[in-house]
């Protein structure tokens, strides 16, 4: 099992060029579903969550070519099965934002029920709901751990949907099946994360008729057909957070290129509440860290436009060597808080009641033998070994590059003493 050594590195510095959206390539790729025709993706980045996806496609009829790095050319000329692969799905719960483009195209679709994982039981309950609103029969079969939603004769039909939570998966996953409904289709408390934007730019390309994505109320005019399209994915707005808090957590100063401000005004917003430098130049956004009169500040995560979730446990990784006392809500996963214990083995001193986590802050870190609990919890492991005394190793770093483009490679140009290690 492969592992992350990390160093203490003191202040990084110089420039790193982020990704392509994990959280949007995955909902592009699943919309190709919509065409029989051919969609070129650019943009993609190199990650473990992609190569699933792709496998997912392939199970479903599509012809996929990359041969060119960062550029997935797709083609669903045919369905050749509607069911979804279970070990992928276990893998990787974006499975699941394939169920609407397969019901639209195929008037069928069977889903294996995805795991919960550590950061929660994640159910999929909007999303079938939003299913049954468009006049799709939903049966969920628990004995076989699976669901099967199949459209009646006359196919998938226009309604309005209101989400009890403006989940990011069910209205991506809505407004996909509702592109080819007869009629038109309102999303009502809907998520407005970027991610919705660049998706609904994509299926417009393709001939879907979306208006007001990004705002809570999002109207979808069925159309008859879609055609391919070209689209690259906007830059990864939680990449971009992870490296603002590394310039933020080591006192160093970074620029961060191809990122796009209007996607981490949360992440600006509250590291400036540090006296943290962030100025938004031409060639990108710099965050500069030098200065030692950092103080603490609380966070709470919200949906967007609010404080991202998945920004939380790096902001907290930061937040444990800021002098004085922070107060961290997470309101948008019931556990997210699975990192604390790691950090606590650093001598974070975190102490957790409920959603609430306190943070004494002042610590000096220490290096310790610690886990990825989840994807962006990896990420906050590194960080706070760049900045603890000795060596931090961390293992089940299969979930950091699940999101993480070239991570240890990015971290290194960057002055981090990193490397991964494979173990037997
Ligand atoms: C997306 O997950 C992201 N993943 C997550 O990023 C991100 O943390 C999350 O949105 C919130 O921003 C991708 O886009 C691939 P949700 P998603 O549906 O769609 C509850 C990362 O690290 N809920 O907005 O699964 C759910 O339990 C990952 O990149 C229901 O109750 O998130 C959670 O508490 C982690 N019923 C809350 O809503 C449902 O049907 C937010 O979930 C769906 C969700």
Redesign the pocket.
């Known amino acids: 099992m492969s592992k992350i050594l990390v160093n203490s590195s003191g202040p990084l510095h110089g420039e790193v060029n982020i990704s392509g959206a ?2 949007s390539v ?2 592009l790729l699943a919309a190709t579903i919509l065409t029989d025709q051919t969609c070129i993706i650019e943009g993609v980045p190199d990650l473990v969550d992609v190569n699933v996806m792709k496998k997912m496609l392939t199970n479903y009829g599509s012809e996929i070519d990359d041969s060119e790095p960062g550029v997935i050319r797709t083609q669903m000329k045919e369905v050749k099965s509607c069911e979804g692969d279970a070990e992928l799905v276990q893998e990787m ?2 499975s699941v934002f394939t169920m609407g483009p397969m019901l639209a195209r195929y008037g069928k679709v069977i889903m294996p029920l995805p795991g919960g994982c550590t ?9 079938l709901k939003g299913f049954r609103a468009l006049g799709a029969d939903v049966l969920e079969d628990i004995e076989n751990e699976r669901v099967v939603v199949t459209t009646g004769p006359d196919g998938i039909r226009g309604d309005a949907i209101y989400l009890d ?6 209205t991506e996953n809505i407004m996909m099946a509702a592109t080819l409904a007869e009629g038109t289709t309102i999303i009502e408390n809907a ?1 407005k ?1 970027p ?1 919705i934007i660049d998706l609904a730019n994509l299926l417009n390309k393709m001939g879907a008729r979306i208006k007001y994505a990004g705002t809570d109320m999002i109207r979808i005019e069925g159309v008859k057909k879609l055609s391919g399209c070209i689209h690259a994915v906007i830059p990864d707005r ?1 990449e971009t957070g992870t490296f603002m808090l590394a310039a933020a957590i080591t006192r160093g100063d970074i620029l961060i290129k191809n990122a796009l401000p209007g996607h981490v005004r949360p992440i600006i917003a509250k590291l400036k509440e540090c006296n943290v430098s962030v100025e938004l130049l031409p060639e990108g956004i710099y965050v500069d860290a030098r200065n030692e009169d950092l103080i603490a500040t609380d966070i709470k995560t919200l ?1 967007y436009p609010g404080f ?3 920004i939380q446990s790096p902001f907290m990784a930061f937040l444990t060597t800021v002098k004085g006392k922070s107060v961290v809500r997470e309101t ?3 556990n997210r808080f699975m990192h604390v214990v790691e950090l606590n083995r650093m001598g974070a001193d975190i102490t957790v009641t409920n959603r609430e986590a306190v943070v004494p802050g002042g610590k000096t870190l220490k290096g310790a033998r610690v886990r990825a609990t ?3 919890a990896g990420a906050a492991m590194v960080l706070a070994g760049l900045v603890a005394t000795g060596t931090t190793e961390i293992s089940e770093i299969y979930h950091i590059e699940r ?1 993480y483009e070239d991570l240890v490679s990015k971290f290194k140009a960057l002055g981090a003493d990193i490397m991964k290690i494979e173990h037997d």
């Open positions: 994990k959280n995955l909902p719960r974006a950061i929660g039981k994640r159910p999929i309950d909007l999303h939570f403006p989940s990011v998966g069910a998520a994360e991610e939680i949906p991202p979730t998945d948008v996963f019931e989840d994807l962006r999101g």
